[in-house]
């Protein structure tokens, strides 16, 4: 996803906001986003114990 942004940054995607995903703490956050919350949502919605694929 970094990648593509920093590619694409200045024709897809805006250079002041793409610089902003350089932070390793937001990276950490959407990490855990993506990872932890995720997980306890889904267990909240379904009401099942599984781990989810990424």
């Avoid at 350089?22 to 909240?44: A, K």
């Avoid at 379904?46 to 989810?52: M, S, T, W, Y």
């Amino acid at each position: 996803m970094l990648a593509d942004l920093h590619c694409n940054a200045g024709r897809m995607f805006n250079p002041d906001l793409v610089q902003l995903f350089d932070s390793e703490q937001l990276q950490q956050e959407v990490g855990r986003l993506i990872t932890v919350e995720r997980e306890q949502l889904y267990r909240e919605v379904f009401g099942k114990n599984v781990e989810l694929v990424l």
